[in-house]
């Protein structure tokens, strides 16, 4: 069965860190791109980041670039989010999904659907 | 960046057809994904790459996309397909990023 399971969440002051992890089983987990998506209480979905299966290409939203880094253990199917200088925006349940397929042609870079999601994990930035 | 606009809410007889819209600049020129989540449960993909259902999704959620506006259809509304639903898109033209819409709640009455 193809499975996702994030780790890591919790309280944490603003200005602090944090590291989540999502662990995959069921299917060649080098094989696919990854991504982190948030959702913040009672809000919409909001993507935060992706990673290559290789993990040699990484892709940030604008709203977490240079505060977060994505990265990738293919030899332990885990991928990982480490939140550095968190703020109460933050707060959210940060999901873990798997990109159907990514592929490069001309230059241009494709990252397709989202066909497998983790259950979540919540994060809380608050003093 | 891009912007994704759907609308709040979209209410339902069960039976009838609900039809939710994504709008987005030339939207037509990219691939639409759509997704359902549940109160309290992540979401789960219902259509792919503008009209492509997963396994295990049924026929009557089915998706088109043209112009500025992408459209997910759900014939047929039961009970259960009372969700949120949000559309998605890859956007490579000024950088790489995912875009999410603004969320529908579908009300079944």
């Known amino acids: 069965e193809v499975q996702l399971l994030e780790s890591g969440g919790g309280l944490v002051q603003p200005g602090g860190s944090l590291r989540l992890s999502c662990a995959a089983s069921g299917f060649t987990f080098s094989s696919y791109a990854m991504s982190w998506v948030r959702q913040a209480p009672g809000k919409g979905l909001e993507w935060v980041s992706a990673?290559?299966?290789?993990?040699?290409?990484?892709y940030y939203a604008d709203s977490v670039k240079g505060r977060f880094t994505i990265s990738r253990d293919n030899s332990k199917n885990t991928l990982y989010l480490q939140m550095n200088s968190l703020r109460a925006e933050d707060t959210a349940v940060y999901y873990c999904?798997?990109?159907?397929?990514?592929?490069?042609?001309?230059?241009?870079?494709?990252?397709?659907?989202?066909?497998?999601w983790g259950q979540g994990t919540m994060v809380t930035v608050s003093s | 960046s891009y912007v994704l606009t759907q609308p709040p809410s979209v209410s339902v007889a069960p039976g009838q057809t609900a039809r939710i819209t994504c709008g987005g600049n030339?939207?037509?020129?990219?691939?639409v994904h759509w997704y359902q989540q549940k109160p309290g449960q992540a979401p789960v993909l219902v259509v792919y790459?503008?009209?492509d259902r997963p396994s295990g999704i049924p026929e009557r959620f089915s998706g088109s996309n043209s112009g500025n506006t992408a459209t997910l259809t759900i014939s047929r509304v039961e009970a259960g397909d009372e969700a949120d639903y949000y559309c998605q898109v890859w956007d490579s033209s000024s950088d790489h990023y995912y875009v999410f819409g603004t969320g529908t709640k579908v009300t079944v009455l």
């Open positions: 999904a798997k990109v159907r397929y990514m592929i490069t042609f001309g230059g241009v870079i494709r990252l397709d659907a989202f066909d497998i």
């Open positions: 790459d503008d009209s």
């Open positions: 030339n939207i037509g020129s990219k691939s």
């Open positions: 990673i290559s299966g290789s993990g040699g290409s990484t």
